[in-house]
């Protein structure tokens, strides 16, 4: 186990995610199908601020499922150094997602979507609850979000 001199607070914690947010360039994307088989996958995103914007094609099971269950959960870090985000999904076709938002995407992530064809999707993620710990010490108050609002 790692030990941290200093246990953040949670306005710390926010910076912590939100930096993690605006920089990295991958996320783990948790979804499960109709009969409840789960799906992990990671995925290139971007985050405006707002939402968490993916991509991925419709008809691979991720797609399928973001697109039919309308939610999803999440994850940055390792396990020693958790984020996550459960969030209301919106599928969106490329001709309804902002323009900044699929450039901005396109420009993080080193891949534009719109040159792969029309079998892609669109996924805006609203997040309604964010956890984010390092380690044991931090579990008591992890909770950064509840219900789309920031509880820091």
Request: charge should be negative; hydrophobic fraction near 45%.
């Amino acid at each position: 186990m790692t030990t941290h001199p200093t246990i953040r607070d949670p306005e710390q914690r926010k910076k912590d995610v939100l930096a993690r947010l605006a920089e990295e360039v991958d996320i783990w994307v948790a979804s499960a199908s109709a009969d409840a088989r789960p799906y992990l996958v990671p995925l290139a995103f971007h985050w405006d601020g707002a939402d968490i914007w993916l991509c991925t094609r419709l008809t691979n099971p991720t797609g399928r499922n973001l697109a039919a269950g309308g939610s999803t959960r999440l994850a940055l870090g390792h396990t020693r150094d958790v984020v996550l985000i459960d969030g209301d999904v919106t599928t969106l076709v490329v001709g309804d997602v902002p323009t900044a938002a699929i450039e901005a995407f396109a420009a993080k992530c080193g891949w534009d979507p719109r040159n792969s064809g029309p079998a892609y999707g669109w996924f805006r993620v609203r997040p309604t609850a964010v956890e984010a710990w390092l380690e044991e010490p931090e579990l008591a108050g992890r909770h950064l979000m509840r219900d789309g609002v920031w509880a820091v």
